[in-house]
């Protein structure tokens, strides 16, 4: 099936069940956070173990994304779709009844991998469904879900954690998807038309093993490395995964000068535009990841408050990203190119806000939640723009190569920024051993000297993101400058 754009009314309730899929996989990226106190009483796991709940999602997501997409091109996505939301659904089972730590551990996995599935089919089916404006508003509307699933997630979980409905606990974290992804999987058959690029159905499975192979030895010992002292396969790791990816490309561009259908079209990577895009989406999506990982220690550690008092401090940043997700395509009409870098640069001066204010008084409330206003602001302005400069960068038949891609890009940022940031947070924090004003102190600096990649990130992804507005667009693309909002 040819992809062609959509026509009609139908085609916005198509986009509330994708972006349902959406709001799952953000969520249960971060409100397991808040759970970890409760999973080390109540389940008997060890803080390696509690870790690995965190990794295994992250891991298994970041690995399989770019054959989820690659699945969607090839069976089509709403097909893939549904085979996601109800592993998705299954294994969010599995992890809310797990009785010991090591089911919940593989719970996370299957979780992940349903997660790698459901991913590349949203944005994907919005590149193929929507043009134009109605584009631009397809992912303000994303933008809006993704922003305040990460923001509200702490809070949902604090508050779960908290009313201990049946005595369940934490797993009311993970038994709370069951409905939604139960509604979904009917609202998807019913409303999300079926799309597929036009090329041979056949899977290029030795792409995929390679492919998954390498960036799991990237990811997964930056991911543990920290959690065991840094030992000597946290270097062996990476460093064997550079000989694995090159087979990996080798493999690719002798598959496609063969006439094949490689995973990934390599010259796609020929197109300046999206390469510059997708790598200033990983630096800002690397910034965001690791911002939350150093305030969420400031909060829960450094002034002791209870998960839900912690969650509810995000709140403000969740209404603020909501308000400018939804402006952002009158922003671009407005200032046209220059709409995304002033979200970059809103973004930017919340962490510097955060900084400062983790310095000068760590416990002034006001200061953090204006600091988050900034960022939320900031990342409602840049994510659904940013998405749709850069998918809008490549041809509609290279939509679920490109969306794997940015996808694997944003979660490999994420990985990245918390592992670079962990070091130092962790390295500066020291013996937590401390009166409680001297904690508090100790967990502000940590986060003042952390922030400095965070602000270097951002700043490398204010470049990239002007570089990318600045220049033409590739044929056939639309470009983010010229978006306008408004109907149909």
């Given at each position: 099936?040819?992809?062609?754009?959509?026509?009609?009314a139908?085609?916005?309730?198509?986009?509330?069940?994708?972006?349902?899929?959406?709001?799952?996989i953000?969520?249960?990226?971060?409100?397991?956070?808040?759970?970890?106190?409760?999973?080390?009483t109540?389940?008997?796991?060890?803080f390696?173990?509690?870790?690995?709940?965190?990794?295994?999602?992250?891991?298994?997501?970041?690995?399989?994304?770019?054959?989820?997409?690659?699945?969607?091109?090839?069976?089509?996505?709403?097909?893939?779709?549904?085979?996601?939301?109800?592993?998705?659904?299954?294994?969010?089972?599995?992890?809310?009844?797990?009785?010991?730590?090591?089911?919940?551990?593989?719970?996370?996995?299957?979780?992940?991998?349903?997660?790698?599935?459901?991913?590349?089919?949203?944005?994907?089916?919005?590149?193929?469904?929507?043009?134009?404006a109605?584009?631009?508003?397809?992912?303000?509307?994303?933008g809006?879900?993704?922003?305040?699933?990460?923001?509200?997630?702490?809070?949902?979980?604090?508050?779960?954690?908290?009313?201990?409905?049946?005595?369940?606990?934490?797993?009311?974290?993970?038994?709370?998807?069951?409905?939604?992804?139960?509604?979904?999987?009917?609202?998807?058959?019913?409303?999300?038309?079926?799309?597929?690029?036009?090329?041979?159905?056949?899977?290029?499975?030795?792409?995929?093993?390679?492919?998954?192979?390498?960036?799991?030895?990237?990811?997964?010992?930056?991911?543990?490395?920290?959690?065991?002292?840094?030992?000597?396969?946290?270097?062996?790791?990476?460093?064997?995964?550079?000989?694995?990816?090159?087979?990996?490309v080798?493999?690719?561009?002798?598959?496609?000068?063969?006439?094949?259908?490689?995973?990934?079209?390599?010259?796609?990577?020929?197109?300046?535009?999206?390469?510059?895009?997708?790598?200033?989406?990983?630096?800002?999506?690397?910034?965001?990841?690791?911002?939350f990982?150093?305030?969420?220690?400031?909060?829960?550690?450094?002034?002791?408050?209870?998960?839900?008092?912690?969650?509810?401090?995000?709140?403000?940043?969740?209404?603020?990203?909501?308000a400018?997700?939804?402006?952002?395509?009158?922003?671009?009409?407005?200032?046209?190119?220059?709409?995304?870098?002033?979200?970059?640069?809103?973004?930017?001066?919340?962490?510097?806000?955060?900084?400062?204010?983790?310095?000068?008084?760590?416990?002034?409330m006001?200061?953090?939640?204006?600091?988050?206003?900034?960022?939320?602001?900031?990342?409602?302005?840049?994510?659904?723009?940013?998405?749709?400069?850069?998918?809008?960068?490549?041809?509609?038949?290279?939509?679920?190569?490109?969306?794997?891609?940015?996808?694997?890009?944003?979660?490999?940022?994420?990985?990245?920024?918390?592992?670079?940031?962990?070091?130092?947070?962790?390295?500066?924090?020291?013996?937590?051993?401390?009166?409680?004003?001297?904690?508090?102190?100790?967990?502000?600096?940590?986060?003042?000297?952390?922030?400095?990649?965070?602000?270097?990130?951002?700043?490398?992804?204010?470049?990239?993101f002007?570089?990318?507005?600045?220049?033409?667009?590739?044929?056939?693309?639309?470009?983010?400058?010229?978006?306008?909002?408004?109907?149909?």
């Amino acid at each position: 099936m040819t992809d062609t754009p959509s026509s009609g009314a139908g085609r916005w309730f198509a986009l509330a069940a994708l972006l349902s899929a959406n709001f799952l996989i953000i969520l249960d990226l971060f409100i397991v956070n808040v759970s970890l106190p409760s999973l080390q009483t109540r389940l008997g796991a060890s803080f390696s173990q509690v870790h690995l709940v965190i990794v295994a999602y992250d891991a298994a997501l970041a690995v399989l994304l770019i054959i989820g997409a690659r699945l969607g091109d090839l069976f089509g996505r709403r097909r893939i779709f549904l085979w996601g939301m109800g592993l998705f659904t299954a294994s969010s089972l599995i992890c809310g009844l797990a009785p010991g730590p090591g089911i919940l551990i593989g719970g996370r996995v299957i979780q992940g991998a349903a997660a790698a599935l459901l991913m590349p089919q949203v944005l994907a089916s919005i590149r193929v469904m929507f043009d134009g404006a109605s584009r631009a508003r397809a992912f303000g509307a994303m933008g809006a879900v993704q922003g305040v699933a990460a923001t509200i997630s702490q809070l949902a979980g604090g508050f779960l954690i908290e009313q201990d409905y049946a005595g369940l606990g934490w797993r009311t974290i993970f038994l709370i998807n069951l409905p939604i992804g139960l509604a979904a999987m009917l609202a998807a058959r019913l409303c999300i038309p079926e799309t597929r690029a036009s090329v041979s159905s056949r899977l290029d499975v030795a792409g995929a093993l390679l492919a998954a192979l390498g960036l799991f030895l990237l990811l997964v010992p930056i991911m543990l490395g920290h959690d065991h002292g840094w030992p000597w396969w946290s270097y062996a790791g990476p460093a064997a995964a550079v000989p694995v990816l090159a087979a990996f490309v080798r493999h690719e561009l002798r598959l496609s000068r063969r006439g094949g259908v490689p995973l990934i079209e390599m010259a796609l990577f020929a197109n300046r535009r999206f390469v510059t895009g997708v790598s200033a989406v990983f630096l800002f999506f690397s910034a965001i990841s690791s911002f939350f990982l150093s305030l969420t220690m400031l909060l829960q550690f450094g002034l002791e408050l209870s998960p839900l008092a912690a969650g509810a401090v995000f709140t403000p940043s969740a209404l603020a990203f909501f308000a400018a997700s939804l402006s952002g395509p009158r922003l671009a009409e407005w200032l046209g190119r220059r709409a995304l870098l002033l979200g970059v640069l809103v973004f930017g001066a919340g962490i510097a806000l955060s900084a400062a204010g983790a310095i000068l008084d760590v416990a002034n409330m006001t200061l953090i939640v204006a600091a988050l206003v900034l960022n939320g602001a900031g990342q409602g302005i840049v994510i659904p723009l940013a998405f749709n400069a850069v998918l809008g960068a490549v041809r509609a038949e290279d939509a679920g190569m490109g969306s794997g891609i940015s996808s694997t890009m944003q979660l490999t940022g994420t990985t990245v920024g918390v592992a670079v940031v962990g070091v130092v947070l962790f390295a500066a924090i020291g013996s937590p051993d401390l009166l409680d004003a001297g904690r508090a102190q100790r967990y502000g600096h940590a986060l003042a000297w952390a922030t400095i990649y965070n602000l270097v990130a951002v700043a490398v992804s204010y470049l990239l993101f002007a570089r990318l507005m600045g220049s033409a667009p590739a044929a056939g693309a639309v470009p983010a400058a010229r978006v306008q909002a408004g109907g149909d």
